[in-house]
Every structure is written in structure tokens, then in C-alpha cells.
């Protein structure tokens, strides 16, 4: 069963009984906050995380994300949410400080 575990949100960890969905999908079916300024079609990087496990878990970057990389503006443990595809297993994760929201409590 995938699952993924946001660190800094208090090991939050989210359970699928579906794979092949995107990272993002997961996030906020759980109803947890998560920002996306361009509605999740990969312009802009507000929904970056920060992959500390499981990167092998995900589906192979996308051209945006390479896009991005190229530009210096995703680090190599850094990936989109919104074109990251959890296909298997498990994916332990955390907001990267810049993308987190002022409302919510995060933990370190």
C-alpha cells in the first residue's frame, strides 16, 4: 500500500489504497494544506518537496521538473508534487521552508 510521511508535519502519514497518483492528489484527498500556485500543471515550483526517502518510489521526472533543475530552481532531493506519481511503496517527505503556510504548525 503507498504511503507517504511528511516529516515536518508531525509524521503526518497519509495511507492509498490506490498507486499511480499524484503526490499532490494524495496530500490534499487526506485534507492537508498544500501550496500550488499554478493549479498543479507545473509552472512554477510552490509545490516542491523535499524527498528524504523513497525517491525510487516516484515516476520519472517530467520536463517541467527537468526544466526547473536546469534553472537551478529544484535541488536533486527536490521534486514537484503536482508531476510526481507515487507508484509503490512508501515516500517520506517534508515542506521545504519557503512553500510552507503561515497557518499551519510545522515541526522540525
Not at 499532490?24 to 528524504?52: Q, S, Y
Request: aromatic letters at 4%; proline letters at 4%; glycine letters at 8%.
Amino acid at each position: 500500500m503507498p504511503r507517504i510521511v511528511i516529516q515536518n508535519l508531525g509524521n503526518l502519514s497519509i495511507d492509498s489504497a490506490h498507486a499511480d497518483r499524484k503526490v499532490i492528489e494524495l496530500i490534499h484527498e487526506n485534507g492537508t494544506d498544500w501550496m500550488h500556485a499554478c493549479g498543479k500543471k507545473g509552472r512554477c515550483t510552490t509545490c516542491k518537496m523535499i524527498v528524504l526517502q523513497g525517491m525510487e518510489n516516484l515516476s520519472p521526472e517530467t520536463g517541467p521538473e527537468l526544466a526547473y533543475r536546469q534553472q537551478g530552481r529544484l535541488r536533486t532531493d527536490e521534486r514537484l508534487s503536482c508531476q510526481s506519481v507515487l507508484l509503490q511503496g512508501e515516500l517520506l517527505i517534508r515542506v521545504a521552508k519557503i512553500n510552507q503556510f503561515p497557518h499551519i504548525a510545522y515541526t522540525e
